[in-house]
């Protein structure tokens, strides 16, 4: 996942850079690389002229490769109102907020067209080609990475609840208290269910966990901190170890793709 978003990053610098002039170090499948761009990736991302130039190379041989693919305004539609909705935002608020940064809502748009297509290449010619992990294969994989594998010991929270998920979502939008009921509780790692205890990981102190439905009523979770260490059994972690097993996958699936890709490529190196 390293190489991805090195990958993005690469072409945030690309994009910034392409209106300056200072000389065409390399040209890949007709698409220039300059020595300007290869200056600016050294520098922000901190790696060698060799790495960079590898990086770039990378870059241009994956627009190469998806030219063909073609994304529909109704794709580009959902993903923006997928995004707002993750942000409790309308789509006429975005707009405005993006115009106060100063991105127009067409290089918006065109932004996401960009990252739809990433997604469909990356999971069409390497996702796709990864095979399902054995028990045996995780169960090696864990052993060998126990130390990614750790949880804290114990959990500091305010529970709140209420009676419909309306109110719930009511109350994280507003903070306001007002037919919802709070308590303070410390739960243990080892004690909670696998969904819940994903949610509260990725919920940064201080902030709340999505509402979740607890039969009779809605509940939610400020995190208040977390303490202590504990190792993640195998049988609990299955899930996050097939998670990380497929990361890594992926990661050597895309460098193996892409050195592929290029000893075919038409790559000239100018200077």
Do not use: C
């Not at 209106?19 to 065409?24: N, V």
């Not at 499948?29 to 790495?51: D, Y």
């Not at 995780?138 to 419909?164: D, G, R, V």
């Amino acid at each position: 996942m390293k190489k991805l978003v090195l990958l993005s990053v690469i072409t945030l610098l690309t994009f910034s850079y392409s209106k300056m002039i200072d000389g065409i170090a390399i040209i890949v499948e007709g698409e220039p690389v300059t020595i300007a761009e290869i200056r600016a990736v050294q520098k922000q991302l901190q790696v060698s002229k060799k790495e960079a130039t590898d990086l770039l190379i990378q870059d241009r041989l994956q627009k190469s490769a998806m030219r063909d693919i073609k994304i529909d305004e109704k794709s580009i539609d959902a993903k923006v109102a997928g995004i707002a909705a993750q942000n409790n935002l309308t789509i006429p608020k975005m707009q405005k907020i993006l115009q106060q940064q100063g991105t127009s809502w067409n290089k918006y748009r065109s932004s996401i067209r960009e990252a739809i297509k990433k997604e469909k290449f990356y999971q069409e010619k390497v996702v796709n080609k990864i095979p399902n992990p054995s028990d045996d294969e995780l169960k090696l994989f864990y052993n060998n990475h126990k130390n990614e594998f750790i949880l804290p010991k114990t959990i500091h929270m305010i529970e709140y609840s209420a009676k419909s998920e309306a109110s719930m979502k009511k109350f994280l939008g507003t903070k306001n208290k007002k037919g919802i009921k709070s308590r303070s509780v410390t739960k243990s790692s080892k004690d909670l269910n696998p969904a819940l205890l994903r949610s509260i990981l990725q919920t940064q102190d201080g902030s709340f966990t999505r509402p979740l439905n607890a039969g009779d009523r809605y509940i939610s979770y400020k995190v208040l901190s977390k303490q202590g260490e504990i190792n993640m059994p195998f049988e609990t972690s299955k899930g996050a170890v097939a998670a990380r097993w497929k990361q890594q996958q992926q990661g050597k699936a895309l460098k193996d793709y892409f050195e592929k890709l290029k000893t075919n490529a038409d790559i000239q190196i100018i200077r």
